[in-house]
């Protein structure tokens, strides 16, 4: 069974503009992070033309499908039937894409599988964290 999981998805940029084209974005999970998830951007969607990636909890991605979550730099809020917001706030400016729903949710689903709610912390090393934080302290 793989480690990650990786889903592309449509996202559409909210701007001044009337319409924007929908730009592509992958979710990724790693079982070796279980409680994060990344969002990633690539070159040409950006206004730096550098791929962004923004990483956040996964459970603000699920709650953010029912009701708006989030106060720092990623906040997330169901939007009509079937798109979600997520909002991504950096010194620069802040970047606002909606995503169908569903895409969301079927990614959300596979996180599941692979790491279940509530026992992402089995999948955690802490031996090995600590002593990479204690490797350089000597």
Same mark, same amino acid.
């Given at each position: 069974?793989?480690?990650?999981?990786?889903?592309?998805?449509?996202?559409?940029?909210?701007?001044?503009?009337?319409?924007?084209?929908?730009?592509?974005? #992958?979710?990724? =999970?790693?079982?070796?992070?279980?409680?994060?998830?990344?969002?990633?951007?690539?070159?040409?969607?950006?206004?730096?033309?550098?791929?962004?990636?923004?990483?956040?909890?996964?459970?603000?991605? #699920?709650? $953010?499908?029912?009701?708006?979550? $989030?106060?720092?730099?990623?906040?997330?809020?169901? =939007?009509?039937?079937?798109?979600?917001?997520?909002?991504?706030?950096?010194?620069?400016?802040?970047?606002?894409?909606?995503?169908?729903?569903?895409?969301?949710?079927?990614?959300?689903?596979?996180?599941?599988?692979?790491?279940?709610? $509530?026992?992402?912390?089995?999948?955690?090393?802490?031996?090995?964290?600590?002593?990479?934080?204690?490797?350089?302290?000597?």
């Amino acid at each position: 069974m793989s480690n990650v999981i990786e889903q592309p998805v449509q996202a559409r940029l909210v701007a001044a503009a009337p319409r924007m084209p929908n730009i592509p974005a #992958t979710l990724h =999970y790693d079982r070796r992070d279980p409680f994060a998830v990344r969002m990633t951007f690539p070159a040409p969607a950006t206004l730096e033309g550098v791929e962004v990636c923004w990483t956040f909890a996964r459970e603000l991605l #699920t709650a $953010g499908l029912e009701s708006p979550q $989030g106060h720092g730099d990623v906040r997330v809020r169901p =939007y009509g039937f079937d798109r979600t917001v997520l909002e991504f706030h950096a010194p620069e400016g802040t970047a606002v894409v909606h995503v169908r729903t569903g895409e969301i949710q079927r990614f959300l689903r596979a996180t599941s599988e692979l790491v279940p709610v $509530g026992l992402e912390h089995l999948q955690l090393d802490l031996d090995h964290g600590l002593a990479e934080l204690m490797r350089d302290a000597c």
